[in-house]
């Protein structure tokens, strides 16, 4: 629903929608209005005034498209392909091409509505102030759309809709582990092997279906494949175990078991914290290649990558949600992976690049100082990694020396309490 939700003919269709009950309402109101008050409003006018929209939206839907499309464009040669989807699934984006469509829609219906002579003048007003509330709006989503234009495509802009994506994946994995259901331990024998028929990557989990499936068939469902992870029929993406092995388990809910798991050709950000890591590390990587050789690019990326996985400044982190789903075993996503996701390219195409990899060894020692143990830990033993990479990518021996400097100075500190982070974490 929500991926539907996010499509562009949802809000036009309401248009066309709101234009067909306006045109239906104009025929049953307009006979109760007075017969001389529509005539001195001017409702005589609403022809021409849809006639305008008409022509005109559809010229600036046009535009507007090309306008889109071409930012896309420019986000994935510059950026990542991976951030495309978010300039499409932009609220603001959206919003005014379905208001552009839409209007279209409604100016088109309207004139249709005129044309069949079933109006008097009490109906032609009705349709008339409608007209007027869709020119309001149609001004104010164009003035809005101006001014969003302004970013649309550039890096920062790019980088910020990334970031924003990644933080509100990674704040619901800190929240929800385990997406509400309870850590997989290891998969009992006897345990039912459920695989998908299609091939592709796992983009949502219906933990709620899961659960009711298990409570059916009086077992526990282990999920080994969490969104994000490739599956194949070859490979189960969850097995279940029978409490009562002698109890039978039915094709049926082999099935519903099956459709739980949304797969689809490409990742989505949603319950997928590394997909947005990946594309955040993705941007300071092609920033980092030899054709575009920006480097400050990839800087940004590290202090934007300290800022998603850092605790929120100011404020409590939020407590681990209690298991809402007793029955249904989710894999662990381990702490070393979500940290290679974040810097592994990185410290691999900017290892000798001096002012990259002292920039590394900072938010690695920002991670290590302010966040809980488990990622902590992990950013620490990543960072030996990084600095042995970048040690033997140097060539010039004082940049090597300053780098070991660096180094140790990044994490000479002692590691602080969680709640007196901001005093002592170094600078990212």
Same mark, same amino acid.
């Given at each position: 629903m929500t991926r539907i939700l996010r499509r562009l003919w949802v809000r036009a269709s309401l248009y066309c929608l709101v234009a067909i009950a306006t045109a239906l #309402? #104009? $025929?049953? $109101?307009?006979p109760i209005l007075p017969a001389a008050f529509p005539s001195k409003v001017g409702a005589k006018a609403v022809d021409a005034i849809l006639s305008i929209i008409a022509s005109s939206m559809l010229a600036v839907t046009t535009f507007s498209l090309s306008t889109l499309v071409a930012a896309t464009s420019a986000a994935a040669s510059s950026a990542t392909p991976r951030a495309t989807s978010l300039l499409l699934e932009d609220a603001t984006s959206q919003r005014a091409l379905s208001t552009f469509l839409g209007a279209f829609l409604f100016s088109l219906v309207g004139l249709i509505a005129l044309n069949t002579e079933l109006y008097d003048d009490g109906g032609r007003f009705v349709l008339f102030v409608a007209t007027l509330g869709l020119v309001a709006i149609i001004v104010v989503t164009l003035l809005r759309w101006i001014d969003h234009l302004a970013g649309l495509g550039h890096m920062g802009e790019t980088i910020g809709r990334v970031e924003k994506a990644a933080t509100e994946a990674y704040r619901a994995h800190t929240h929800a582990p385990f997406l509400g259901g309870t850590p997989a331990e290891t998969v009992p024998e006897g345990a039912i092997a459920i695989r998908h028929k299609r091939i592709g990557y796992v983009q949502h989990l219906d933990m709620g279906a899961l659960s009711t499936v298990a409570d059916e068939a009086d077992g526990d469902i282990y999920v080994t494949r969490r969104p994000g992870h490739y599956c194949d029929p070859a490979r189960p993406i969850a097995w279940i175990a029978l409490r009562d092995r002698c109890a039978k388990f039915e094709i049926d809910q082999s099935r519903r078991i099956s459709e739980a798991f949304t797969l689809g050709n490409r990742r989505s950000y949603d319950q997928d914290p590394r997909f947005g890591l990946i594309a955040l590390s993705e941007i300071a990587s092609k920033a980092l290649s030899p054709g575009i050789n920006d480097s400050g690019t990839a800087i940004d990326v590290l202090a934007t990558l300290v800022r998603v996985l850092s605790p929120p400044q100011g404020e409590d982190p939020s !407590? &681990? #949600? %209690? !298991? @809402?789903? /007793?029955? &249904?075993? &989710? #894999?662990a996503l381990e702490e070393d992976d979500i940290i290679e996701a974040a810097f592994m390219p990185i410290s691999r195409d900017g290892a000798a690049i001096l002012e990259v990899a002292i920039r590394l060894q900072k938010a690695l020692a920002a991670i290590w100082a302010g966040c809980e143990p488990p990622l902590a830990g992990a950013a620490r033993r990543f960072d030996d990694v990084a600095l042995q990479r970048s040690l033997e990518s140097l060539t010039f021996e004082p940049d090597r020396e300053r780098l070991r400097r660096e180094a140790r100075a990044s994490f000479r %500190? !002692?590691?602080?309490?969680?709640? @007196?982070?901001? /005093?002592?974490? !170094?600078? /990212?």
């Open positions: #309402a #104009a $025929i049953w $109101i307009g !407590p &681990v #949600a %209690k !298991p @809402e789903y /007793a029955r &249904v075993h &989710v #894999a %500190k !002692p590691k602080p309490m969680l709640g @007196e982070q901001n /005093a002592s974490t !170094p600078d /990212a």
